[in-house]
């Protein structure tokens, strides 16, 4: 069964601490995204990569890097954690062909103090 | 990529069809539509996409008018698993991996 994984459910940080999102994928995906969910705003993309080493901005990076050093791991990074960076955040995969679909994490929601 | 219409909620029984309505007046030649659910505390999870011609697997029916500027999915026996929040999306399918997910329709299955 294809697999996206992410390393907490749950996580509490503080203002100012870095925090990582940690995301592994274990159907040999090309291309990977990261999301944040919010009532009322749906779905939002941060950043996504089409290959290791590779990243491109979505519609809300501000705030955020990212890491892609093999290709099944990418990593979301809030360098200093603010409060209205309290969310959801998914992660999903896919094969390169743009038809194919996206394989979703089960989500981590972050709050931040 | 085209921009979606979905009613916000939808209430449906238990063992009926439910018929989720989407509207992408603006739909170009090259994008297609998707579905995705959300069931609560989980990621979304993919059901279906099609282009011009309907569509069904072993989850759901896609119907698209001929004019494209509408999409229906088709649950055809509801049951309480599948309450969730359904999304609609339009895209093309290259030079992009870009999902613009909206806020889709909370159905809710009734027993």
């Known amino acids: 069964d294809v697999k996206v994984t992410q390393s907490s459910r749950y996580l509490v940080k503080r203002t100012g601490e870095k925090v990582f999102l940690e995301c592994v994928q274990d159907?040999?995906?090309?291309?990977m995204f990261w999301y944040r969910q919010d009532p009322g705003l749906g779905l939002r993309l941060i950043y996504f990569?089409?290959?290791?080493?590779?990243?491109e901005k979505g519609d809300i990076p501000e705030g955020y890097s990212v890491s892609r050093e093999k290709k099944e791991r990418f990593s979301l990074i809030l360098e200093s954690a603010s409060t209205n960076q309290t969310s959801m955040y998914l992660c999903?995969?896919?094969?390169?062909?743009?038809?194919?679909?996206?394989?979703f994490g089960p989500g981590t929601r972050l709050t931040v103090l | 990529d085209a921009k979606t219409t979905q009613p916000t909620s939808m209430d449906c029984a238990e063992g009926r069809a439910a018929n989720l309505p989407c509207n992408h007046s603006?739909?170009?030649?090259?994008?297609?539509v998707y579905w995705y659910r959300q069931i609560h505390s989980q990621g979304p999870q993919y059901i279906i996409h099609?282009?011009?011609n309907n569509e069904t697997n072993e989850m759901a029916s896609l119907i698209i008018t001929e004019d494209r500027k509408s999409s229906t999915l088709i649950l055809p026996h509801a049951t309480l698993r599948d309450t969730a929040v359904y999304y609609c999306?339009?895209?093309?399918?290259?030079?992009?991996?870009?999902?613009?997910f909206g806020t889709g329709t909370r159905l809710k299955v009734l027993a």
């Open positions: 990569s089409y290959d290791v080493k590779m990243k």
């Open positions: 159907m040999d995906h090309e291309n």
């Open positions: 603006t739909i170009s030649g090259n994008e297609y």
């Open positions: 099609g282009l011009k």
């Open positions: 999306i339009v895209r093309v399918t290259s030079g992009t991996y870009k999902y613009i």
């Open positions: 999903a995969s896919s094969r390169p062909q743009g038809r194919d679909e996206q394989f």
